[in-house]
């Protein structure tokens, strides 16, 4: 008897222990976005395509170039293509402040662009659940909305952003 | 990026085995090219050439298999088989065997640069398992039976036991000497023990210089114990008191085994005098075995992180300029300023030295271009059945690694052109009155600081009137436009402008002289092109010795700055707006009585456009003979700067060959003077 009672409670014990594992696996499949500020408005960038967040630094014009590329910068030996987040989003041109940052990006192809954003707030951490699909409405750059607290942040999707460039 | 930091032990075995791979490939390219020539001279392959590929194939297959890349292994193996019969005889070279042997190569490295990629290539290894399909169905050919028949061995006068103590290889070298009728010899010498490795490599050179060593092998019967006893088989055509005099030898040293066959089946033989071959063999593995005991290889990232760190010393160095100039200016810290001037003045010398080695490291000779170059043209003469010689000069000539790999491409388009739409078919050329063989020249010179390559062919030449119909027919040009034959020329190098309707097999698109003037340019060179009808066509690239570093005029337009290629440049000179005149609708700068076409950087490039009363400089750029000058707000002098690629969604900036980067941090666009060149000649069409 007292064998058929511990089998019982191992059952137990194993069951309670594949639920805790589910819950965990089911938490781990989080998102990990890099919030940015455009023209007011948050959106968010799939953290792993961002290679670094550089301060504001001299851009040097390109020359009949299309207007949302705002121009050259060099980093750290390499020559970056620089591009107008919000002339890419549709927010009125401004000039970059104090706040502004250059938010370099790789494609899938391991090419790369920085993109001029107002300012990067805060990297977020979400359940993949809660990742929500964009209204009809939302521009084509947007994947996916998902909600903090009282805002809706879009996420960018970073392939469709360079090729409003290459197209 | 990320990456770097993360490198596990597997990365760094797949490096160094890719490394190895990468040098066993190469050297096995400059055997199968070694092989062809001999093959198309009519010669017999140099045993050691074949033995040195065989046993390339080996290595290659043993650590492909070690390092788990089956595919590769498997390929190599096949390679193998293939060489295996070869060297021992069972097999003869013939135009099928060295094409398989160059694809397997070219495929095997095709092989190996995927490997850095996470996936599997499906189409490659669909490539390799069809090479392997042709290789097989190569291999189960007949064989003829070996020409030597036991018999004739057996009768040999050779010490007992020595045949039977022969390995596969060495026996079928004995066999293939006898049939092509040379001489066998057996050298008995006895070596102290001490130094005999040291006497018996020497031996081993001085017959390779008269002839091929078979076999050595240790043998009893020493005058004393510290003394040691060999039995060498050699095969030559000198006889045996000869012999002996050229290894300085006592005669009685060496004795005939066989008897050479006279002249007369020496020719037909075939295989050439050894005395124009053995040397170079043993002279090239001597140098083989020098390379890889004294150099390394780099991975050209960590060359390109070496010059940007000197180039951030150099930074350093202007900052600590810029101290001493104000440390001099008050009288009170003048003392200091001068002293610490002489220990500034002493890093900029150090630094530049540096940076001069730096980029030495960096330089390559063009051979390897030029065997792609070989190989490709073997190719094509198989493929379409055309007889055109490939002639190669200034193989030696060095540039920066980056810039070789770089021409390839343009350069095998070239040449492809060349042999597809240039050269005429044999009875066109005899009509003609021409050699029917074909004709191509590449020959690269080095001219300071730049290297100029120049892709001849003595073919039909470019017929500038069909050119011509084709551009108005396109709506390029003006059906009255008037053109000089030089500008006619000049539309081939527009994008997607194409001499032929047919797009062929060789050449790919078109015939792409638009990709290969981008490429070129995008590497700070030029390209021009001259052809005359019938005779000829002749397309020059001048390139800068190094990406690393080019010398730059730099200008000012408007707010902006650029820099040009020094290269480009023919001269620089102030201009008054009275010195520029308009013409039938275009602007034109008198220039010593030659009336150039003018191009106002601002204006083109829609800066805010400087006044027209202003006082301007023309710059004027130079390309073969088309020349436009260049008007800009100011001169600034030259500098030192290294082009880079301008990295981004935006593939093509029109005008625009790169960028560079000057102490400031501030990025500077580098002008693609070809482009300018030809916009300022559009522009004049344009008006006219």
Redesign the interface.
Known sequence: VSSQVAGEGWDVLARAAARAREAREESAVLRELLCVEVGGEPYALPIERVREIVRMRPLTRVPRAPALVLGVISLRGEILQVLDLRRALGAAALPPTRRSRIVVLHGEAGDVAGWLVDAVSEVLRVPEAELLPPPGVAGELVTAICVRGERFVSLLEPDRMQSLVAA | ??GKSRKSARDKAQQEFVSEAEELLERMRDDLSALAEAHAAGRAAAPATVNQLFRSAHTLKGSAGTFGYAQLAELAHHLEDVLDRLRMGRATLDPTGITLLDESVSLATAALEKLGGAEADESLSETIALLVGRIAAYEARPVPPPEVTLAALAALAVPEGLLRALTEYEESRLRSSIAQGRGLHVIEVELELSSFEEGLGELTRAIHEVGELISTLPSPGAASDSRIRFVLLAASELGATELAARLELDPAAVRVAHRPVAAAHAESGGEGLPQQREPRAAEGEAASLRSLSGTVRVDIKKL?ELM?RV?ELARERAALHALVVRLTADRSTARIGLELDKIQRGLERRVQALQADVLDVRMVPLRQVFDKLTRVVRRLKLDLGKDVRLELRGAETELDKLIVEQLVDPLMHLVRNAFDHAIESAEERSRAGKRPEGLIQVEATQRGHDVALAVRDDGRGIDADAVRARAVEKGLIAADASLTKKETLELLFLPGFSTRSTVSETSGRGVGLDVVRANVAALGGLVALESTPGQGTLVSLTLPITLAIIQALLVGAAD?RFAIPLGGVRETLAVSPSDVQRSAGRELLNLRGEALPVLRLAE????SASPRDQKQYAVVLGMGDARIALLVDRLEGQQDAVI????????T????A????LG??????VLDVSALIEDGGRRREARA
Do not use: S, W, Y
């Open positions: 990026m990320a390109d940007n180039g902006e083109e490039f829609g800066l880079k690629p301008v990295l981004g969604p935006l593939r900036l029109r005008g625009v790169g960028a560079t980067e400031t941090q501030q990025a500077v666009l």
